[in-house]
Nanobody, 124 residues
Framework: QLQLVESGGGLVQPGGSLRLSCTVS????????IGWFRQAPGKEREGVSCSAIGGGGTNFAGSVKGRFTISRDKAKNTVYLQMDSLVPEDTGVYYC?????????????????WGQGTQVTVSS
């Protein structure tokens, strides 16, 4: 059964960094496109980044482009979201989810297997 577990969130000061992990079980990572999403209090869930199957590319929301990077470790069946130069607007619960197509899209309705989320708080 497909299961995704996020970790790595926490409290960080503006300008700081965090690395989130999304560990996949139940399927090889090579068969899944992984998307990262976030939801701030009172706001809708929004796409942050995605990494497509088989080197099919990556995508980033405009608000994080140049600050966030996404990578895969096939041996660990894990996708990482490296977040640098964090700003308070990055605060929210971060989720990862899977998509069984080789295209990187940023709409949550295209994904399944949502994890429980990890809280990221950027504050001084």
């Amino acid at each position: 059964q497909l299961q995704l577990v996020e970790s790595g969130g926490g409290l960080v000061q503006p300008g700081g960094s965090l690395r989130l992990s999304c560990t996949v079980s139940g399927l090889p990572l090579g068969d899944t496109t992984i998307g990262w999403f976030r939801q701030a209090p009172g706001k809708e869930r929004e796409g942050v980044s995605c990494s497509a199957i088989g080197g099919g590319g990556t995508n980033f929301a405009g608000s994080v482009k140049g600050r966030f990077t996404i990578s895969r470790d096939k041996a660990k069946n894990t996708v990482y979201l490296q977040m640098d130069s964090l700003v308070p607007e990055d605060t929210g619960v971060y989720y990862c989810a899977a998509r069984f197509r080789d295209t990187c899209v940023m709409e949550a309705s295209n994904y399944v297997g949502w994890g429980q989320g990890t809280q990221v708080t950027v504050s001084s």
